[in-house]
């Protein structure tokens, strides 16, 4: 066992691939670079190395529990635990994607809720007391983004629970799969699984308060990543900027925050700030 961790998932290249090159940076520990494909991590890994940066590489697939278990068991033997988890990855399909919305809602909502919610119940046992969590939402993850106040109030129940939220989210890709989605949830399945990212941060944060643990969620930005289809104004290393404040730099005060990429805690379930 050795020192401090920081994990981020989905880190071969955008957002994720920033948020490493900026641990290395100012993280005193090791960093692990993670990916599904192995030969896309590793040349990450050398890319990195070539700016004289040391990240450690490891594939880990959060849709494939195999991979999430022996991910967990490598860091438990290897290391003890987990100071810093950042979850990073996620898909989106492009605006004019063919697919239709019940196959869009169906896979966006199973990778970026329901394989995130696994994955981080199977790695949150290995956080360290005084760890922290990153969950990388959106400004598609505001709460303003469910036309329905009677499904937003739902959203925003203090006593909400991972079951409940769970519940909801399925009932969403059930009503995609009928083609009555829109009235009540809108037209974007990404906007719904960030909604429930989001929501997940503020629930995660009250089951770990007893364990000096912070989660939170943030949007980054709208960057030039594969994601945005390069459209995004912010550069990688920008759109990263926020996610490290939580990581390494904000008050032990911010948990169970939306934050912006300026930094700033933002209301989830008030005015949408400019989604920039």
Not at 20 to 33: A, Y
Not at 50 to 76: A, C, M, V, W
Not at 93 to 115: D, G, H, L, R, S
Not at 224 to 250: V, W
């Amino acid at each position: 066992m050795s020192g401090k961790v920081a994990v981020v998932t989905g880190s071969n290249k955008g957002i994720g691939y920033a948020i490493v090159r900026g641990l290395c940076k100012k993280f005193d520990g090791t960093v692990f670079l993670t990916s599904r494909n192995v030969e896309l991590g590793k040349k990450a890994v050398a890319d990195l190395e070539k700016e004289g940066l040391h990240p450690k590489y490891h594939q880990l697939d959060i849709t494939d529990n195999k991979s999430i278990e022996t991910f967990r068991d490598f860091i438990k033997k290897e290391h003890g635990g987990i100071d810093i988890l950042i979850n990073n990855a996620a898909i989106a399909f492009k605006q004019n994607a063919t697919e239709p919305a019940a196959v869009q809602a169906e896979q966006t909502v199973a990778v970026n809720y329901f394989a995130v919610l696994n994955a981080c119940e199977k790695l949150f046992p290995l956080i360290q007391n005084g760890g922290r969590v990153v969950n990388i939402s959106s400004s598609a993850g505001h709460l303003s983004k469910i036309p329905s106040e009677a499904l937003r109030s739902r959203f925003k129940d203090p006593n909400l629970t991972i079951p409940e939220l769970s519940g909801l989210m399925q009932q969403y890709v059930e009503a995609a799969k009928q083609g009555t989605h829109a009235p009540e949830w809108g037209n974007s399945s990404y906007a719904v699984s960030k909604v429930g990212l989001t929501a997940l941060t503020m629930i995660q944060q009250r089951m770990l308060n007893d364990r000096d643990i912070k989660v939170n969620a943030v949007h980054p930005g709208y960057v030039d990543t594969d994601m945005s289809s390069h459209k995004g104004p912010l550069s990688i290393d920008e759109g990263a900027a926020a996610p490290l404040f939580l990581a390494l730099d904000a008050d032990d005060s911010v948990k169970g925050q939306y934050v912006w990429f300026d930094k700033q805690i933002t209301s989830w379930d008030g005015k949408t700030p400019t989604p920039y």
